[in-house]
């Protein structure tokens, strides 16, 4: 079956050369069951991995039904034990993340076998090496007597010719080496069984050959028992890669059995991932923000604001024609509504042109309002629409009347611009807030406040509209209007009953005593613009501002770059800390995969199931996260603001996230294969 002539094998470590086998000549036949001795480093093991490719040769040559292996690639090497070498090692090496059904059932998934056909045939393995009743414990779960059981049916799987056993009981105590070497005898029929031992004694009962080895050469070779010589034949290698069930078998497999890791490995990637978006969405908004008109809290692309030159007021009949709100003040204020302990702060408009009523319905009479939520999630459509058909009660003033107003619908709109809540529908409701819009902020400074006022609607005499617990508080406030102050002012205080619905301390910013906003389509701002600009009027149109003035520009790049650079920065030392732990991770599995190589699985096809391991797990939480970012899966109203990420943000995304994935994986694969099989199987052991 097998000869060996001249063949030699060297190691070099650390610049010495030594000596693994020196000449050896041998020739091996089916049926006969060799014991292999000698003092440790005798060559023993070399000798045993080279005879069945788990390492190469460096001179002379072997032959296998007098077919020269010589010439052998990694991939015949592969073929060939896979096919022809079945083995059992002292350390068992059998895969404890599997259980003893799938151990046994990886030799017979890779000759061809279908899952169900290799059960089949796994479960006889099983029961013939006494382990029916224990398939589905896990490798991890085993005894050591029952581990090398398992590897004995494994070896069996591959109906091979050759079984190469390396101290197949050096862990094991006498009565259960007794055992196994017993199992052993049965199952060596047909084959060339190859024991590497260092207590000859144990298998001295049914050895029929005996090996001594001193230095990397053969000292003795002692038959007990003749067996006939086989005629030599022609060696085929049918190279079939694994189909693509066996590769996602085995490397779902590998992902299902290995949970702690798995988990770790999906929280590494949801980390790398919800960086990414956080990141990416902060850049999106700074970037945004910088290009926006700031003075204004609400820059829908459907409104432009409208000034008298100097902040003078204007004739409003130049706006007749156009759709338009004069000092709509309560469009650029936050409000404050609570139900039941659960708050939301809103700004009023009625002019969102297009959206989905997802709970309740649209407004019919005058006090009735729905809320608009720009993409809301589930959680923010469930948690509003319990408060809907409730009343809302606004005092009105200086509290002499009030006014009800009732939430009768949830709706969803779009926009890349902002992510606030409106209010829509109740043209009254727009009425009263503009009534009583808070014309003041107020400044303190430890124990000295300060009212700022500003005056509307060109005012000469200042009025300051105050809740009246704020006034009780500060009886003896400074008022200030443009920075001078104010001796003379009428304060107007508001409060009595409970107000449910409130005004946010904080009003519009910069704003002109007189403005107008005008609602228009998009398509028609341009036009509008140029035609009042011709009649002596300011318009800006806030969604697409652009600030002319150089210094503003120069300090608004300069701000993008240093954001964008930190981020950046930022980024790639979570990817690099992510990127060390991974490997880590994963280099943990290596003998895993080693172990599968010693089975006959290929470099391609080994590739191939990490990629499956590796790409599925790192797909599937790059998705995740995405949904999870757009309130797809859990509603989190946390996330609101971060919902808003452009289509080149979710590009960019998917395309960083896969490119960092793909390069882990091949890189990782680079990384099996670095070494031979037996140094990968070994690690750091010395060769006996």
């Not at 090497?77 to 070498?85: G, I």
């Not at 680079?670 to 070494?675: D, G, Q």
């Amino acid at each position: 079956m097998l000869e060996l002539k001249e063949v030699s094998k060297f190691y070099t470590s650390n610049g010495i050369t030594n000596i693994g086998l020196s000449n050896i000549n041998l020739k091996l036949h089916r049926n006969e069951i060799v014991a292999i001795t000698g003092e440790s480093g005798s060559g023993k093991s070399t000798l045993l991995n080279v005879i069945s490719k788990i390492d190469t040769f460096d001179e002379g040559e072997i032959y296998y039904y007098g077919n020269e292996t010589s010439y052998f690639s990694i991939s015949d090497m592969d073929d060939f034990r896979k096919n022809k070498v079945g083995f059992i090692f002292q350390n068992y090496n059998i895969l404890d993340s599997y259980t003893v059904l799938d151990n046994v059932m990886i030799p017979l998934l890779l000759k061809g076998l279908s899952k169900e056909d290799a059960k089949v045939e796994a479960m006889l393995l099983i029961k013939k090496v006494g382990l029916d009743g224990r398939e589905k414990h896990r490798g991890s779960k085993l005894s050591g007597g029952e581990k090398q059981r398992c590897v004995i049916a494994r070896a069996l799987a591959g109906d091979c010719d050759i079984l190469a056993c390396d101290e197949p009981t050096g862990n094991l105590d006498s009565q259960t080496a007794l055992e196994i070497i017993k199992l052993i005898k049965e199952v060596a029929k047909d084959k060339l069984v190859l024991i590497v031992t260092h207590n000859y004694p144990e298998v001295e009962g049914i050895a029929t050959r005996l090996l001594k080895m001193s230095d990397g050469k053969i000292v003795e070779d002692i038959t007990f028992e003749q067996v006939p010589c086989e005629e030599n034949k022609e060696l085929k290698f049918s190279f079939q890669p694994l189909n693509k069930k066996v590769i996602w078998s085995l490397g779902l497999t590998n992902i299902l059995r290995t949970p702690k890791k798995t988990f770790l490995v999906c929280l590494i990637y949801f980390i790398i991932s919800f960086c990414f978006l956080f990141v990416a969405q902060y850049l999106s908004s700074t970037i945004r923000s910088s290009e926006s008109y700031s003075d204004f809290s609400n820059t829908f692309d459907n409104r432009l604001f409208v000034y008298g030159k100097n902040g003078a007021s204007f004739d409003a009949d130049l706006l007749s024609g156009y759709n338009y709100e004069l000092n709509d003040f309560a469009t650029e204020l936050s409000y404050y509504y609570k139900f039941n302990n659960n708050s939301l702060n809103f700004c009023y408009a009625d002019n969102i042109d297009e959206y989905k009523l997802v709970a309740g319905t649209i407004p019919k009479k005058e006090n009735e309002f729905i809320l608009l939520f720009n993409s809301p999630s589930k959680l923010t459509i469930q948690t509003n629409a319990k408060n809907i058909g409730t009343e809302i009660v606004f005092e009105v003033n200086n509290g002499s009347g009030y006014e009800r107003f009732k939430l009768v619908g949830i709706g969803s709109y779009k926009s890349n611009n902002t992510s606030e809540v409106f209010a829509s529908g109740c043209k009254r409701l727009q009425k009263v807030l503009n009534k009583v819009t808070p014309n003041y902020y107020l400044e303190q400074n430890g124990h000295k406040r300060e009212i700022y006022l500003s005056l509307v609607n060109g005012d000469t005499s200042p009025r300051l509209i105050i809740p009246s617990k704020m006034y009780e508080e500060n009886p003896n406030i400074s008022l200030f209007t443009d920075m001078y102050k104010m001796n003379d002012c009428e304060v107007i205080t508001y409060g009595g009953e409970k107000v449910y619905l409130e005004l946010s301390v904080d009003g519009p910013s910069n704003l002109d005593p007189y403005f107008a906003s005008i609602y228009s389509s998009k398509s028609k701002v341009k036009k509008i613009m140029d035609d009042l600009t011709e009649s002596n009027l300011k318009v800006v149109y806030p969604s697409e501002y652009k600030d002319e003035n150089a210094l503003n520009k120069l300090l608004t790049e300069i701000l993008i770059i240093i954001s964008v650079g930190s981020v950046s920065a930022y980024l790639i030392g979570i990817f690099f800390i992510c990127y060390v732990i991974l490997s880590r991770i994963y280099r943990s599995r290596v003998k895993d995969y080693a172990i599968l190589r010693t089975l006959g699985v290929t470099k391609k096809d080994m590739s191939k199931i990490v990629n499956v391991e590796m790409i599925v797990i790192g797909y599937s939480i790059i998705l995740f996260t995405y949904l999870l970012f757009n309130g797809l899966i859990f509603a989190v109203d946390a996330l609101t603001f971060l919902r808003q990420i452009g289509l080149l943000t979710v590009i960019l995304y998917f395309f960083v996230m896969i490119v960092f994935t793909t390069s882990m994986s091949k890189r990782f694969n680079k990384r099996v294969f670095m070494f031979t099989v037996r140094e990968s199987v070994r690690g750091d052991e010395d060769d006996d």
